[in-house]
Nanobody
Framework: QLQLVESGGGFVQPGGSLRLSCQAS????????MGWFRQAPGKEREFVAA????????YYADSVKGRFTISRDNTKNTGNLQMNSLSPEDTAVYYC?????????????????????WGQGTQVTVSS
């Protein structure tokens, strides 16, 4: 069974950091692009960051650029999202996703429907 499981969410004060992890099971992530998305209450799911299958290319939403870093370790079948300088606007459920088909356009990285596999999400709350 193909599965993605996120971990590392929690409660943090503004300015703090969290590191999210996404563990894949039932398949190898080696040939999959990975993305992180988030969804706040009452809002649509939005793109946060993505990384190509080999890790050579990374993409970020403007709102997180310079604060978040996406990475992957294909030997451990995991992806990670390091989040620094967190603000209350970053509060959301964070989802990791994977896509097993070729990426034919950079825009596909940003588009939730282009990802076939999703985790269950992990809550990140930033508050003082």
């Amino acid at each position: 069974q193909l599965q993605l499981v996120e971990s590392g969410g929690g409660f943090v004060q503004p300015g703090g950091s969290l590191r999210l992890s996404c563990q894949a099971s039932g398949f190898r992530l080696d040939n999959y692009a990975m993305g992180w998305f988030r969804q706040a209450p009452g809002k649509e799911r939005e793109f946060v960051a993505a990384i190509s299958w080999a890790g050579g290319s990374t993409y970020y939403a403007d709102s997180v650029k310079g604060r978040f870093t996406i990475s992957r370790d294909n030997t451990k079948n995991t992806g990670n999202l390091q989040m620094n300088s967190l603000s209350p606007e970053d509060t959301a459920v964070y989802y990791c996703a994977a896509r097993d088909s070729p990426i034919l356009s950079e825009s596909w990285y940003y588009t939730p429907r282009r990802y076939a596999y999703w985790g269950q999400g992990t809550q990140v709350t930033v508050s003082s």
